[in-house]
Nanobody, 114 residues
């Protein structure tokens, strides 16, 4: 059974930090490109960050310098470290895996508010 399970979302004040995790099962994780996407109310889903099987990373312009994506192939887990969070980062964050087929997680809510 292919499954991606996100965790780590929550409410944080502007300037704060959160770390999201996405645990994968049922996929060949080490060969998969993993990505984090987000969707705010009334907006289209956008790429936040992506990491290939070889460790090459790519970031959306709005998060460059603040967010860091990483992966632990031994734990089948991809992480998103989010620093200096802003209210406009508020969204549902979802994990995506790509290797042949595409799988999405259910998403985790991140709310940045004072």
């Amino acid at each position: 059974q292919v499954q991606l399970v996100e965790s780590g979302g929550g409410l944080v004040q502007p300037g704060g930090s959160l770390r999201l995790s996405c645990a994968a099962s049922g996929i060949i994780f080490r060969l998969s490109t993993m990505g984090w996407y987000r969707q705010a109310p009334g907006k289209q889903r956008e790429l936040v960050a992506q990491i290939t099987s070889g460790g090459v990373t790519n970031y959306g312009d709005s998060v460059k310098g603040r967010f860091t994506i990483s992966r632990d192939n031994a734990k089948n887990t991809v992480y998103l470290q989010m620093n200096n969070l802003k209210p406009e980062d508020t969204a549902v964050y979802s994990c995506k895996s790509s290797f042949g087929s595409v799988t999405w997680g259910q998403g985790t809510q991140v709310t940045v508010s004072s």
